[in-house]
């Protein structure tokens, strides 16, 4: 049974770059993408990008000139940076699987920007 | 970007109630409408993949309908765990969005 455990950096200064690091155990990365979804604290969920197996990306327009998802199938990981944070990337931050739903998912990590 | 609309926002519900959850597309989304719990401090969880197939492990109470632009959440007869807020999520055109989300309280 696929597992996702995530880590990273959980308080950031405005402009600092946000870096999150998710880990995956008991399954291939073929034919699925990882995904990274956010929630600000109170609010609704909202997708930032994925990456599949063979490197291909895809980004929120939203956020697409500040993100960059990429993959170590080398380590069983995939990762998130999201440059110039302000304090409207405040959030808790999720991996995922997606085989177009999304499945499981990590536990979440809280990211505060805060000067 | 594919707008998807869920109704109500939030319902006060009592156990063994009939509870139907609404999730609406701004475009046709054919099947590909999900439907995740979450629980406060908790990650979402799968309840049922293209619009009407209940996930693994999944209480049978929960059934999902719809294609698309209509979806409905239908659970059969609420219990007190089933306190949690709903989306609904498509994943046919890019990007990936999710409802607003649907607060269920239990009186």
């Known amino acids: 049974q696929v597992q996702l455990q995530q880590w990273g950096a959980g308080l950031l200064k405005p402009s600092d770059t946000l870096s999150l690091t998710c880990g995956v155990s008991g399954g291939s990365f073929s034919g699925y993408y990882w995904s990274w979804i956010r929630q600000p604290p109170g609010k609704g969920l909202e997708w930032i990008g994925e990456v599949n197996h063979s490197g291909s990306t895809n980004y929120n327009p939203s956020l697409k000139s500040r993100v960059s998802i990429s993959l170590d199938k080398s380590r069983n990981q995939f990762s998130l940076n999201l440059t110039s944070v302000t304090a409207a990337d405040t959030a808790v931050y999720f991996c995922?699987?997606?085989?177009?739903?999304?499945?499981?998912w990590g536990q979440g990590t809280l990211v505060t920007v805060s000067s | 970007e594919v707008v998807l609309t869920q109704s109500p926002d939030f319902q006060s519900v009592t156990p063994k109630e009939r509870v139907t959850l609404t999730c609406r597309a701004s475009q046709s989304i054919g099947i590909n409408l999900h439907w995740y719990q979450q629980k406060p401090d908790q990650s979402p969880k799968l309840l049922i993949k293209?619009?009407?197939q209940s996930f693994s492990g999944v209480p049978p109470r929960f059934s999902g309908s719809g294609s698309g632009t209509e979806f409905t959440l239908t659970i059969s007869s609420l219990e007190a765990e089933d306190a949690a807020t709903y989306y609904c999520h498509q994943s046919t055109i890019l990007p990936n969005t999710f409802g607003q989300g649907t607060k269920l309280e239990i009186k």
């Open positions: 995922a699987r997606r085989w177009n739903w999304l499945d499981p």
């Open positions: 293209y619009a009407s």
